[in-house]
């Protein structure tokens, strides 16, 4: 029986959204591997909207929930209707809609907070014991779903490892091609586009911690 991943999206676009090659590579090399997944983001506006041409903000008012359905061909469910024991696994691609969208990284730094919809869910799944895989800059929100000294990557930028680490996580050091799994929480992390200047180089971490997830469910 193949096994069976929910995929929480934050948008669409690096700068608003899910980062779309992340998103993209996690469900190939789920379907590569012979999973099968459903995609989930909230139904709320989005923090912001960026115009990805020019990096600078527009008077725009869009829905995270409509957004993710275009990288997915409208193949996205209202995270809401996400019921964990439904599924073996739980994978977070990157983006900065993960610390707009998911959370408030993106605005309160140390202080921050994981939305409740999205806290619920992810603590479901670790709750349950059930493996998870955080890529790019969704590690950030570890420590508050599982909790202090979770063992954790975002690659080797100092200033955010150092920010995870404030809030209680154990960051590891690692390259765009590695991963990093914490036995305890069952948890896969890998820096993807923290690090990765194109394509094919976040496509090495992306393919290893979807490989690791299914191997854990």
């Given at each position: 029986m193949s096994k069976h991943i929910a995929v929480i999206l934050s948008g669409c676009g690096v700068y608003d959204g899910a980062e779309i090659n992340e998103v993209v590579l996690t469900l190939l090399h789920l379907e590569k591997q012979g999973a099968i997944y459903t995609c989930f983001a909230p139904n709320i506006d989005q923090f912001h909207v960026?115009?990805?041409?020019?990096?600078?903000?527009?008077?725009?008012?869009?829905?995270?929930?409509?957004?993710?359905?275009?990288?997915?061909?409208?193949?996205?469910?209202?995270?809401?209707l996400c019921q964990p024991d439904e599924f073996a696994?739980?994978?977070?691609?990157?983006?900065?809609?993960?610390?707009?969208?998911?959370?408030?990284?993106?605005?309160?730094?140390?202080?921050?907070q994981v939305f409740d919809a999205v806290a619920k869910i992810a603590k479901a799944f670790k709750n349950a014991g059930k493996v998870s895989g955080y890529m790019c800059i969704a590690p950030a929100l570890a420590p508050h779903i599982f909790g202090k000294e979770v063992q954790i990557t975002i690659g080797h930028d100092a200033d955010t490892a150092n920010a995870l680490e404030t809030m209680g996580a154990t960051h590891c050091v690692a390259?765009?091609?590695?991963?990093?799994?914490?036995?305890?929480?069952?948890?896969v992390t890998t820096p993807a586009y923290m690090l990765a200047e194109n394509i094919a180089q976040a496509e090495t971490g992306i393919r290893r911690l979807v490989e690791a997830v299914l191997a854990r469910c």
């Open positions: 960026i115009n990805h041409l020019t990096g600078e903000s527009v008077e725009q008012t869009r829905n995270v929930l409509e957004e993710s359905a275009r990288i997915v061909r409208g193949n996205v469910q209202d995270l809401a696994g739980l994978i977070i691609p990157g983006g900065f809609g993960v610390a707009k969208n998911l959370s408030d990284f993106a605005v309160n730094g140390t202080n921050m390259d765009v091609g590695d991963i990093v799994i914490d036995e305890t929480h069952n948890l």
